[in-house]
């Protein structure tokens, strides 16, 4: 088995750092003080590594007992796919989980070896009492890919979950602003924290990660464009909530430039130099870490993502505004572009859909001016005039 292994510095003194995979394909990593102080002490912190990698034996993992509860399996697998998964799937596997499926087959004891395609049925049609379609069809994609797992490895022969049959899919209709909504909520929005979320959310459609997850270094002012490359994300790990930086979109197709009109320049310009003048006023006290992001308060805070969703309702309840989810103002995007012509396929690209049938899906039931021009040509080639 290969070990790989670095050296690296904490507090002042090396550290080995012992990376391996292990039989399960699991990938670990060990931490080792040696004990050196890092000043004059390179060449021996190296030699501690090279015997560390040479004399260390992993420990054998531990493999599910054949006799495990379904529900203990699901606890297993969770550690087993931990380091192998990003931590905002991570997070969400661990929510489902938790609060819903391993509390369910606990209490009926099933084992894993035992588990068939009625069992599972039966916890969607229990969960379809008080979540929607959409969530059992989330559960069942985790069950599916742990009991995968559970094949893979050898402790069931086949996957109970191919046979059952998932609730279908709700239809879902996006709420969005009219050209009228959206001017108010500009005004309102404007000289709050909202302001710049509200505006890239409106006018580019960017998810709420990739509105936290701007950087100055993504808007290019002399070439006027904007870059969607980098995201913030908001993951709950184990009850306590963490933020998660990555320089990676949702998909490769959300990984895109745009063009930086004048009025978003403009605004952007002026915050960029309010930004500066708050970390003269602060001096030491302004915080540097998010010094690259643009969406940080007058210390330099990062704005949270559950802060955009949080005070975004009430930023609407207080001026009278009809409610939406932040996401919305995503739509809303989309919808004007439809109803002033855009083409789908240029919608598409604009939000960073890497399916031309999301696009289509969501948006299909606003496209009335495309049908328009459909009924208008066929009414043409009858001589019947146009609608």
Known sequence: MYIAGHLTIKKGRYYAVLSYNDSLGKRHEKWVATGLPVKGNKKRAEEFLMNLRRDFIPPEPQTPEEDM?????????????????????????EGMLRRAIIP?????GVLLKNLGA???????????????????????ALIHKALKYAVKIDL????????VERPKREHFEAGFYSTEEMGRLFEVSKGTKLEIPILLGAFYGLRRSEVIGLKWNAIDFEQNTITIKHTVTSCNINGRIEIVESDTTK???????LPLVPFVKERLLALKEEQEKNRQLCGRSYNKKYADYVCVNEVGNLIKPNYVSEFFPKLLEKNGLRRIRFHDLRHSCASLMLANGVPMKQIQEWLGHSDFSTTANIYAHLDSSSKLNSANALMD?????SV
């Open 118 to 140: 009625k069992d599972i049925q039966l916890f969607y049609a229990s969960e379809m009492k008080r979540v929607s379609a959409t969530t059992v069809i989330h559960y069942h």
């Open 251 to 257: 998909t490769k197709s959300s990984l895109r430039t």
């Open 104 to 108: 369910y087959f606990k209490s009926t």
């Open 69 to 93: 509860t379904f529900a203990e399996f699901c606890s297993v697998f969770l550690d087993l796919v931990k380091d192998t998964i990003a931590t905002p799937t991570y997070s969400s596997y």
């Open 381 to 385: 080639c009858l001589g019947k005039g």
């Open 156 to 163: 069931i022969d086949v996957n109970p979950a191919d046979n």
